[in-house]
């Protein structure tokens, strides 16, 4: 099962510019985590936020919650060409089970030299 | 930092045969694993949650009898995919919940199965 959508499904950017994606999530939740993927390789971890914070940075990324609009967005800032991947926002619901991730769609980023 | 390892990387097989993928955490333990599974270009979708001394759990519309899974200790589980057809192809994606920290899930590096 899919959480939400992220937008937009696509990017591609100068290198030095600003990318900025968007994650939409269902249900409610425990925290919301963003990973990186290179293609064709496994999940790297970028960040956590809680759902009772509304802003959280990690270098050169910043990323926001809105409970209220059950939206994330994550900044990356003065991007590299060795930014280019997939992007993923991935919810932890806050009720019973095993507290599995669930992935939102993905951005694919592209940044150009 | 923690580390998760998914053998093999990737794998070739013929229609009918089973394969067996296996995730194994190596510097802590894990009583829950997942197992996803990844199309080009789609996002991970869950297949099953791996629980060490019991049954998985399966998500709606996975076949649990095709893809068994077994978490026979703290820091192993394997996801057999039975009588693979070519429509199995896929990249197949395991994550592990640390025990000790209830939000850190690290992911294996992932399998490529083709199934000719």
């Known amino acids: 099962s899919q959480q939400g959508e992220e937008d937009p499904q696509a990017l591609s950017i100068q290198e030095g510019e600003n990318a900025t994606m968007n994650c939409s999530y269902k249900?409610?939740?425990?925290?919301l985590q963003w990973y990186r993927q290179n293609s064709g390789r496994g999940l790297v971890h970028l960040i956590l936020?809680?759902?009772?914070?509304r802003e959280k940075h990690s270098g050169r990324l910043r990323v926001t919650l809105d409970t209220s609009k059950k939206s994330s967005s994550l900044l990356i800032t003065a991007s590299r060409a060795a930014d280019t991947a997939s992007y993923f926002c991935?919810?932890?619901?806050?009720?019973?089970?095993?507290?599995?991730?669930?992935f939102g769609a993905g951005t694919r980023l592209a940044v150009h030299p | 930092g923690a580390v998760v390892s998914q053998h093999p990387s990737w794998v070739i097989c013929k229609s009918g045969t089973s394969v067996k993928i296996e995730c194994r955490s190596l510097?802590?333990?894990?009583?829950?694993m997942f197992w996803y599974r990844q199309f080009p270009k789609q996002s991970l979708m869950l297949m099953a949650t791996?629980?060490?001394?019991?049954?998985?759990?399966?998500e709606q519309g996975v076949e649990k009898d095709k893809f068994l899974i077994n978490h026979a200790s703290l820091t192993l589980s394997t996801l057999t995919v039975t009588s693979a057809h070519p429509e199995d192809s896929s990249f197949y994606i395991c994550?592990?919940?640390?025990?000790?920290?209830?939000?850190?899930?690290?992911f294996g590096s992932g399998t490529r199965l083709t199934v000719v």
């Open positions: 994550s592990a919940r640390d025990d000790r920290d209830g939000e850190g899930y690290t």
């Open positions: 510097d802590f333990q894990a009583t829950t």
């Open positions: 249900t409610s939740i425990n925290n």
């Open positions: 791996s629980n060490e001394g019991s049954k998985a759990t399966y």
């Open positions: 991935a919810t932890r619901g806050d009720t019973g089970g095993y507290n599995k991730l669930i």
């Open positions: 936020i809680r759902s009772n914070e």
